[in-house]
């Protein structure tokens, strides 16, 4: 019977990216980061490094490039994750682009084995690979040196027992499947940036890992003070939280609003998602920041992604209050490259910090618009994903939807997603007697018996206080009903 070997898995110190690679990078394995210029290869390199190397476990970064290592330290350290104590401690940098310029593949070789030999460091990194590539194709220097310098480096790296990386500037898929580092390397991590009106959208893909699966596919990352940044999909960080926050079978939310919960058959169930639909001014704002203040009042706390107006005491005093009070956190992102990813990742952080289990978002046209023009084709699919993952979290969600109130037809969402949601409240205008008059009415609640009816509403600094149904008054939803014909004792 043979034994089985348990590779090591390293903690890469990115958030996001251990969940891509399915629990961290192997140990003593050989990895290429590749991608064009300005994706964040260098940045992704010291951050696992900056994250990884200790004393007893140095690193070694040789540097493959026209300028010094001082030039690009002096970038590097505007990261936070830069630890300036570490420099000439835990982590080495050795400057072979004297040796690489000159083309001699075999000089490099040696330079390198001589570090290794005398750091011994568990992690070796070297920038960039693509500087030797060049090198071996100069004046009079043969091609096929190449092969052999990637096959005697690969196997030098296997017998120095270290996790290794190459940093390879590639423009191309096509260009790097012409090296033979391919056939060599372990794991290959794909970097790759788009430009689309005033937005810069970066993606990271896992193309290749051996021994292990990975997440396939696009995942967003973004470039911060604190270094970078990966988002996982929605569907793998949100059901690590669900385990987390089992849903709360047969219990019923109180929305805030008097008599809205005796129209939903007696609350909002716990765990569902909740669409508000309804034309500028109608009230959607105030009844989600009522939602937020009756889960406050019952001991509960929220989160709110707000996507237009920033709340303030001018526009709304009470989700001013219950915001400044901690007790609902705020997701304001003006980034105009925001991904699906990257929003369910903020909400889920204020979720963890607060505990909370009610979560508004504020709305969704704006939402539409905030993202990134390339995550704007395939938004149904993305609001699906985000939905489905939120709800199945444990947390109760409550979105509203901007709509043209056109009185022709009878609307939901225009993205064609209402069937996506467990409830669903509509908000309408009519017109009666030369004067603008708001109705409500619950479409819809999976599983639960609610009320049809439409009922008049109107707002004041208290909020919204629902009122009767106009039983004198038909054809509501055109926008203009009429008074209804009372009929005599003989019918006419």
């Not at 409550?398 to 109130?405: A, H, I």
Request: charge should be negative; hydrophobic fraction near 40%.
């Amino acid at each position: 019977m043979t034994t089985k070997v348990t590779i090591n898995r390293l903690a890469t110190g990115v958030p996001g990216l251990d969940e891509v690679l399915s629990g961290g990078l192997p140990e003593f394995s050989f990895n290429l980061i590749a991608g064009p210029p300005g994706c964040g290869k260098t940045t992704l390199a010291h951050q696992m490094m900056f994250a990884l190397a200790t004393k007893e476990r140095p690193a070694l970064y040789f540097t493959v490039l026209g300028e010094p290592p001082l030039k690009m330290l002096r970038y590097q350290q505007q990261f936070e994750f830069f630890d300036s104590e570490a420099i000439n401690h835990s982590i080495h940098f050795i400057n072979l682009s004297d040796d690489a310029s000159a083309g001699d593949l075999d000089q490099v070789l040696r330079r390198m084995v001589a570090e290794v030999e005398a750091h011994r460091p568990a992690l070796v990194f070297v920038d960039s690979f693509r500087s030797v590539v060049h090198a071996s194709r100069g004046e009079g220097q043969p091609h096929n040196n190449l092969q052999q310098f990637v096959q005697q480096l690969g196997m030098l790296m296997t017998s120095w027992q270290a996790t290794t990386f190459l940093i390879g500037e590639y423009f191309t898929e096509t260009e790097a499947d012409a090296n033979p580092v391919l056939t060599v390397a372990d794991g290959l991590i794909w970097l790759r940036q788009s430009v689309q009106r005033n937005s810069m959208v970066r993606k990271m893909e896992v193309m290749k890992m051996r021994g292990q699966p990975t997440l396939p596919g696009l995942h967003t990352f973004r470039i911060t003070a604190s270094g970078i940044e990966v988002f996982a999909p929605a569907r793998v960080a949100l059901a690590a939280h669900a385990e987390a926050n089992p849903r709360s079978a047969g219990k019923r939310l109180l929305m805030g609003v008097p008599h809205l919960d005796d129209m939903m058959g007696g609350g909002l169930p716990c765990g569902y998602s909740m669409l508000v639909a309804g034309p500028s001014g109608s009230g959607k704002s105030i009844l989600a920041a009522a939602f937020l203040a009756e889960g406050a009042r019952c001991g509960e706390t929220g989160v709110i992604a707000v996507f237009e107006q920033r709340p303030n005491r001018s526009r709304n005093r009470l989700l001013t209050d219950l915001i400044e009070s901690g007790r609902v956190g705020l997701v304001d992102s003006r980034a105009p490259d925001l991904s699906i990813d990257e929003i369910v990742q903020l909400l889920l952080n204020e979720i963890r910090r607060l505990d909370a289990s009610r979560v508004v978002i504020d709305s969704l046209s704006a939402f539409e618009l905030a993202l990134a023009p390339t995550f704007r084709e395939d938004f149904r699919e993305s609001l699906l994903r985000l939905v489905t993952a939120l709800s199945g979290a444990g947390v109760t969600v409550l979105m509203t939807s901007e709509l043209e109130d056109r009185y022709i037809d009878l609307r939901f969402s225009p993205y064609g997603t209402a069937f996506l949601t467990d409830a669903i409240i509509v908000q309408r205008y009519i017109e009666v007697d030369s004067r603008l008059r708001r109705v409500m009415a619950v479409v819809k609640v999976r599983a639960s018996a609610h009320s049809d009816e439409l009922r008049e509403f109107s707002i004041d600094d208290d909020g919204i206080h629902i009122g009767e149904i106009l039983a004198d008054q038909e054809g509501l939803l055109g926008g203009r009903p009429t008074t209804k014909q009372v009929r005599g004792a003989d019918g006419s």
